[in-house]
């Protein structure tokens, strides 16, 4: 178990993106795009009912407070708009700390998830993290070129629901 940095700061900026922890505010945000399917239909268990969201958030809460990283809530800087969400969390298969992200589709082709993937990473690491992977969808083009841009390699994959997922990892 990797021991907390409770002391770290947990906004991250880059030079276009605020990446803040979840609180309670961001909950309306995040039922809409876990709600959509052009977001979620991609991600592990699918779209999220309005109820399921509202635990996830007190889950992710909870895990920042245990752990002392976690998911953030990606906001454009200078609009304050809300993008979507990206971060580290435990893989429910036991594979370890994984890498993730989720943007509004509008968000394609602009470098937003690229931009707030290497904060995310390099927190990690930094929050001490040895091994950090990422798992995406064999047909999801856009989240491989992003996890391989920003330097993660593949080192594995496996079956879930029919579909081939690949995993890529970052080590410290």
Not at 111 to 125: N, Q, W
Request: with cysteine; proline share 6%; hydrophobic share 40%.
């Amino acid at each position: 178990m990797t021991t907390p940095i409770l002391s770290a700061p947990r906004t991250l900026h880059t030079p276009r993106l605020s990446l803040l922890p979840p609180g309670p505010e961001h909950l309306p945000d995040l039922i809409r795009l876990k709600g959509d399917e052009r977001v979620f239909g991609f991600m592990l268990h699918g779209v999220r009912s309005p109820d399921r969201t509202k635990e996830e958030l007190e889950d992710d809460m909870e895990f920042w407070l245990v752990r002392g990283y976690g998911t953030w809530s990606v906001f454009e800087r200078t609009t304050g708009d809300f993008l979507g969400i990206c971060g580290l969390m435990e893989r429910p298969d036991g594979r370890g700390v994984a890498l993730r992200f989720a943007l509004w589709p509008e968000c394609r082709g602009k470098g937003y998830a690229r931009e707030a993937a290497v904060a995310a990473l390099e927190f990690g690491h930094r929050a001490g993290l040895k091994r950090i992977i990422a798992v995406a969808r064999e047909t999801n083009q856009a989240s491989r070129a992003v996890l391989s841009d920003i330097g993660m390699k593949e080192c594995g994959a496996f079956l879930h629901q029919s579909h081939r997922m690949l995993i890529f990892e970052s080590l410290a």
